[in-house]
């Protein structure tokens, strides 16, 4: 079990800096899933609201922008600022800190992992929001597979919610992560014969 824990500020006007912590080990090519999981999750709970709303056109134009580069050399993208969803949020430590999100990992190894999602009583929608954007921009730093996947994961929830399940749905909190997980592995198998020498 693996815990991941966001802290936002103490004071309530503001969204960042946000601290992302890890206390256990979430293999690399995990950290997509647990991703994809946690936005079903937090957009679920945050459904028909304009937080929401932005939060998914955000993610949107991002992935677009994203997604034609993500075979260009790594160091380039971040030189070019690609890699930033948000400008306005911030990975760093609050001071004072604030109200925390605790996120429970099980599972791993042969099994695929679940998420426990605690957020406090009085956590706005506006920082749940901020926290799926927090918890990618800490796993795209941290973890270059996960900067080029994300893309094309966020790109399969666009179309799920579209055609399949809005994300009131409470199927949606299942399925759509395993929908973005497979179209994202048909993808990059049909890419891989024409990028010779990338990894996936």
Known sequence: MSQLTLTFPAARDLDSPIAVALEGEVAEYLQIWIWDLFYARVLHAIADTSEAEELRERLDVWAVNMSTKIYQPFDHIRAKGHLTIDPAIEIGEPHPPGPTVEVTIEGGGEQMPTLDVGFPPDLSTR???????????????????????????????RKYYADIQPPTDPESVE????????KALEFFQSMSGSQPGEQH
């Open 175 to 182: 399925a759509a992560p395993l929908h973005a997980m497979q």
């Open 127 to 157: 920082r749940k929001a901020a926290s799926v954007t927090a918890l990618a921009q800490y796993f795209i730093g941290a973890n270059e597979l996960f900067a080029k996947e994300l893309p094309v994961h966020v790109l399969a929830f």
